[in-house]
C-alpha cells in the first residue's frame, strides 16, 4: 500500500501462507499478483523484501535462493539483524545482493486488516551493511525506504541489535513482565498509566519469541544491567536520600521531555 | 472546577503557597476566594480537602487542626495513606473527622494551568477508611466524589499502599530507570513504542519523590519481585524454551487486551 500510496512505477508480486490474506491484499490493491509460493512470487523480481518473523527467514533464503534472478536486490524488514545478515551470506548465490533494513514503524496490531498506506511516514529506518555489502544495493535499498517516506541511517549488524536492544526488546519483556505479575485485584486498580506503560506487551508472542530469541545474548545482558538498576534504587528510598531520589526523578523526566522534543521535531521539521 | 461544573451549592476557599497560583485559580472561577494562609482557609469549612505533595501532609494537618470548625470532614487526594491515615489520627481533634482519599486521576502535567474540570469523569477514587471512621463521614466523601463523576471503591490504608505500589508506583520507577540507563545512541532510535512505555517517568520529581519514600516498605518489596522475575526470564532466552517464551508473551499480551476491554467497558458502559 505505501508502495502504490508513493507511486514508485513497479509490479508488487505478494506471498504469504494464508490464502485469505493475499486475497485481501489483492481486493485493497496493494498487490498486483499473489504468488503460489515463495519461489514464484521471487521470479524475475528486482527486489525481495522478507517480511515473515525473523525466526523464518533462513528457510525463505533457503527456499528462494535457486529462483533469484541475476542482480536481484535481497532486503528483509526484521527487527534483529545479526542472524539475516549471516543466513543471507550463507545461504544467497553471488549474483544476488543482500542489505539488512529495519524499519522501525508498526504496532502492536498484526495482519492485512491493519495495513496503513501512511505506517512508514516520517518513522526511521536503519540499515545494517556490512564489510561485503555491495554499494549500489545499499544506496537503492535507501531509496526504497526513503521514497516510502522514511529517514534511513546506518549501523553495523552487531551495533544494531544491541541498541536496538536497549530501546526496544528489553521495553517490551518489561511491559509483559509487569502485567505478568499483577494480582487481578492489583489490575483492577490499573489506570490509563499502566496501560500507557503495558501497551507494547500486546505485540504477537510468536513474532516476539523469534526476535528475543535471536537477540538472546544482547538482552540477557540488558536485562542484568536494568535489574542492577532497580536493585540500586531501593537505597534511594531511604529517608535521608530524599534529595537524591528527587533528582534522580528529575533527570528522568527532563530527559523523556528532550526526548519527547527531539522526535516531535524529527516528526515535524516546520 | 470539577465542583463547580458539577453544580455543587458550595464556596470554594483555596489556599497554594504560589500567589500566582491563586490569582488563576480565581480568574478561572475554579475557586470562590482565595484565603491568606491554611488557617484562614480551613475556617468555617464542612469539607477540607488537602491537595500537597504527600510529604507535607503532617504539616498541613498540624497547621489547621486547631482552625478547624465542629462537625468538619477533612480528606486528601495523596497516592499513599497509610501515612496521612496516622498523621490525621495524631494530630486532628476529635470534632474533626478524616477520611482518606485516592482519586485516581490526573496527568503528567502539573499545575493551574493544567486544570480541568472533567479531570475525575469516568475515573476511580478509592477510599481507606479503617476501624476508627466515622461512617457519615465516609458515605459523605464518596458522595462528594461520586458527584464529580467518580466511581469509588473502599480499601484499608495498608491494602490501598500495596496494590497501588504495584500497579502505579513500580510502573515509575520502571519508566525512570528505562529513561535512565540508555544511552544517547540508544535514544536515538527511540520510537513510538518507548514513548509510550516511559511517560509516566515525566511527573514531578519532587511529588513522586515523596510518594515513592512514603511506600518505601512496599516498593522496595516490588522492586524485589519484579526483578527476580526480570533474571527467571533469561532461562527462557535458550531456544529449547521457545514454545514456553512464546506462551508466556501471548499470555501477557491476552492479559493486557482483556484489561483493556474491561477499562474501556468501564469508561463507556453502553
Chains 1, 2 share one sequence.
Not at 208 to 216: A, C, V
Request: some cysteine; hydrophobic content about 45%; glycine content about 8%.
Amino acid at each position: 500500500m505505501a508502495v502504490k500510496s508513493a507511486g514508485i512505477p513497479c509490479r508488487v508480486v505478494g506471498y504469504g501462507h494464508r490464502r485469505s490474506t493475499l486475497e485481501k491484499a489483492l481486493a485493497s490493491g496493494a498487490i498486483d499478483e499473489a504468488a503460489a509460493g515463495p519461489v514464484e512470487a521471487v521470479k524475475g523480481a528486482d527486489l525481495v523484501i522478507l517480511c515473515t518473523p525473523v525466526g523464518l527467514f533462513r528457510q525463505n533464503l533457503a527456499d528462494v535462493a535457486p529462483a533469484l534472478a541475476d542482480g536481484v536486490i535481497v532486503t528483509d524488514v526484521g527487527s534483529t539483524k545479526r542472524s539475516v545478515v549471516r543466513h543471507a551470506k550463507e545461504l544467497l548465490p553471488n549474483h544476488a545482493k543482500f542489505v539488512g533494513s529495519h524499519p522501525m514503524a508498526g504496532s502492536e496490531k498484526r495482519g492485512v486488516d491493519f495495513a496503513r498506506a501512511d505506517l512508514f511516514h516520517g518513522a526511521r529506518c536503519i540499515l545494517t551493511p556490512d564489510d561485503s555489502t555491495d554499494w549500489d544495493a545499499l544506496n537503492a535499498v535507501a531509496a526504497f525506504w526513503q521514497a516510502l517516506g522514511m529517514r534511513t541511517t546506518t549501523l553495523s549488524p552487531a551495533d544494531h541489535d544491541r541498541l536496538v536492544c536497549d530501546i526496544s526488546h528489553l521495553p517490551h519483556v518489561i511491559a509483559a513482565a509487569l502485567v505478568a505479575m499483577q494480582t487481578d485485584e492489583a489490575l483492577a486498580l490499573a489506570g490509563k498509566g499502566f496501560l500507557d506503560t503495558t501497551r507494547v506487551a500486546s505485540g504477537d508472542g510468536a513474532l516476539w519469541r523469534d526476535i528475543l530469541q535471536e537477540n538472546g545474548d544482547n538482552l540477557s545482558d540488558s536485562i542484568a544491567r536494568f535489574s542492577a538498576r532497580l536493585i540500586k534504587l531501593i537505597k534511594l528510598l531511604q529517608p535521608e536520600k530524599a534529595d537524591e531520589l528527587a533528582a534522580w526523578l528529575d533527570a528522568a523526566a527532563a530527559r523523556r521531555a528532550a526526548l519527547l522534543a527531539a522526535k516531535l521535531k524529527e516528526m515535524n521539521p516546520d
